[in-house]
């Protein structure tokens, strides 16, 4: 618990859904996981993670995981629904983009018992769900690693998730017990930050190099570019329709 007695993530398990020692019956070359407690066969864990299939010279793992993280290697072979040594992501932030998602990922990041993901956007429920939870929970420190370094919680941020509930739904349902964490903004600002993010700058950076665009001077400051963009009210008026379009089949909107 926190000084507000608040517990992380995956850390407030009874007893009977922690692991205090390696199941001897399972070894590492059978198919079954060590994971599985041989009273009952339900999974047990080690806070957010899978306990790995080998004894851990706690020393040893301490002393290395000191400077730098360990990731698993991309799980191309082996069980795909072995898990040991895994660790599940305690926070996931969902979205919306533009609205400071970044910032707070790096922000918890920083904390020293916020373990950061191999990458901020592994998009796993959007476009990967079909490669199974094993590629998923490989983008995330490894047991040893994670506890190694007296880790609490791991994450990490798709802010592209939020418009398609089917992926919000399935992120939920797949992922009981982490945080879902959702960002808002002034809808016109975070419009316009979108705006100069998605189409002012790499339009800018594609006229300066100047091979696509004849008679356009090359290498100039922002502002000679500026007068060949859509202006950010051009822009709105050109989606008007379409976003009337869109209130009026969902919402009855004018």
Request: net charge positive.
């Given at each position: 618990?926190?000084?507000i007695?608040?517990?992380?993530?995956?850390w407030?398990?009874?007893?009977?859904?922690q692991?205090?020692?390696?199941?001897?019956?399972?070894s590492?070359?059978?198919s079954?996981?060590?994971?599985?407690?041989?009273?009952?066969k339900?999974p047990?864990?080690?806070?957010?993670?899978?306990?790995?299939?080998?004894?851990?010279?706690?020393?040893?793992t301490?002393?290395?995981?000191i400077s730098?993280?360990?990731?698993?290697?991309?799980?191309?072979?082996g069980?795909p629904n072995?898990l040991?040594?895994?660790?599940?992501?305690?926070?996931?932030?969902?979205?919306?983009?533009?609205?400071?998602?970044?910032s707070?990922?790096?922000?918890?990041?920083?904390?020293?018992?916020?373990?950061?993901?191999?990458k901020?956007?592994?998009?796993?429920?959007?476009?990967?769900?079909?490669?199974?939870?094993?590629w998923?929970?490989?983008?995330?420190?490894?047991?040893?690693?994670?506890?190694?370094?007296?880790?609490?919680?791991?994450?990490?941020?798709?802010?592209?998730?939020?418009?398609?509930?089917d992926v919000?739904h399935?992120?939920?349902?797949?992922?009981?017990g982490?945080?879902i964490?959702?960002?808002?903004?002034?809808?016109?600002?975070?419009?316009?930050?979108?705006?100069?993010?998605?189409?002012?700058?790499?339009?800018?950076?594609?006229?300066?190099?100047?091979s696509?665009?004849?008679?356009?001077?090359?290498?100039?400051?922002?502002?000679?570019?500026?007068?060949?963009?859509?202006?950010?009210?051009?822009m709105?008026?050109?989606?008007?329709?379409?976003?009337?379009?869109c209130?009026?089949?969902?919402?009855?909107?004018?």
């Amino acid at each position: 618990k926190n000084e507000i007695g608040v517990i992380p993530s995956f850390w407030n398990a009874s007893d009977d859904d922690q692991c205090s020692r390696y199941d001897s019956s399972s070894s590492s070359s059978s198919s079954s996981s060590p994971l599985l407690r041989s009273s009952n066969k339900k999974p047990c864990f080690w806070g957010p993670c899978y306990p790995p299939a080998h004894e851990i010279a706690w020393n040893d793992t301490i002393q290395n995981n000191i400077s730098s993280i360990n990731y698993p290697s991309p799980p191309n072979i082996g069980d795909p629904n072995d898990l040991s040594g895994l660790c599940r992501p305690s926070f996931l932030i969902i979205g919306q983009g533009k609205c400071g998602t970044s910032s707070l990922y790096h922000y918890l990041a920083e904390h020293p018992q916020v373990l950061p993901a191999s990458k901020k956007q592994v998009h796993y429920f959007k476009y990967y769900r079909a490669r199974g939870m094993k590629w998923y929970l490989s983008h995330f420190p490894t047991t040893e690693s994670f506890l190694g370094q007296g880790a609490l919680i791991t994450g990490e941020a798709s802010p592209g998730y939020l418009p398609y509930p089917d992926v919000v739904h399935a992120t939920a349902k797949d992922m009981m017990g982490t945080k879902i964490i959702c960002l808002g903004r002034d809808p016109l600002e975070r419009t316009y930050s979108s705006y100069r993010y998605n189409y002012v700058n790499p339009a800018i950076q594609k006229m300066k190099k100047g091979s696509a665009f004849p008679g356009i001077k090359r290498h100039q400051d922002d502002s000679y570019y500026e007068q060949y963009l859509f202006s950010f009210e051009e822009m709105l008026k050109a989606e008007i329709n379409v976003l009337r379009r869109c209130l009026n089949a969902t919402a009855g909107g004018d």
